[in-house]
Every structure is written in C-alpha cells, then in structure tokens.
C-alpha cells in the first residue's frame, strides 16, 4: 500500500493512534452512524447542541486511518462552532480534498484539516476523509440512521 504511505502525514497518524474526542457521550442530543461501504469505515457521531452551537462532540468508529484521524481532526475544528460555521468549514474542506481549489485558498480557516488535502490524488480515500463530516450533516438534522457516502 505505497499509495497510502504517502498520505500517511504525521498528524494523520497521531490521530489514528491517539483520537481526539473518541468515545461515547452521553449528554448528546443528536447522533448520526455513517458508513462508507468502499473501504468499509464505520463513524458513530455524537452532539451536544445548544443554541445552535457545538457544545461538545465525541466519535466512535472503526476503519482505515484516514477516516479515523479525519473524525478526530473534525471534532477538534468544530467544537465551539455554530452549525453553520461547521456546514461551511465542511464545504471548504470538501473543496481542498476534492482538487477544486488548493489547499492554500483556505488553508487559515482549515486549519490541521488542511493535512487531508493529499486524499485529493486518491479518489477513494477522499470517501474515507468526507465520512465523518457527511455523518455530522447528518447528526445536525438527527437522522436516526445509517448514512453512507455512496
Ligand atoms: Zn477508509
């Protein structure tokens, strides 16, 4: 898997093997479980919200490493922020993982998410960083059900 080396950044590592904000929550008032069937991860999200805003977050999950550090890098970046701070923080990033624009265009709002942006050379892991924010859209909107990136 030389493909995968490459995208194996230092932080994407760290937050594989030392997740942020992993683990259950049990104040949480809207949760989401998404999947991406291509590589076969799994994210279960939990919410705090009040007012709108992302009082605290936590993830639960099982899949490749870049999935788990995008969850993990994701909690990190929203909490604190409105819900549609974070809808549009997820388009921004969508964008820069995607190719559509270069990561330098949003590189100060992105943040550490800026490290996702070498996914863009591989179609498919660019599912396994997207997951964790398709099921937070779908968290926000409390979908009781499996979303999948398909
Ligand atoms: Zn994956």
């Known amino acids: 898997m030389d493909d995968l080396r490459e995208l194996y950044q230092e932080i994407i590592l760290d937050h594989n093997k030392n997740p942020k904000n992993f683990g259950d929550l049990p104040e949480a008032n809207h949760q989401a479980e998404g999947y991406n069937p291509l590589c076969g991860d799994r994210v279960n999200l939990y919410l705090k919200l009040e007012n709108d805003k992302i009082q605290d977050v936590r993830f639960k999950g099982s899949g490749c490493a870049i999935s788990k550090a995008a969850a993990s890098v994701m909690t990190t970046e929203i909490k604190g922020k ?38 863009r050379q591989f179609p498919v892991r660019v599912k396994c960083a997207a997951l964790a924010w398709h099921t937070l859209l779908a968290a926000f909107e409390d979908e009781r059900k499996t979303v999948s990136t398909e």
């Open 82 to 119: 409105t819900v549609d701070e974070a809808k549009q923080l997820f388009k921004k990033f969508q964008k820069v993982i995607t190719g559509e624009v270069d990561a330098d265009a949003h590189s100060a709002e992105l943040g550490k998410l800026v490290v996702f942006a070498g996914v």
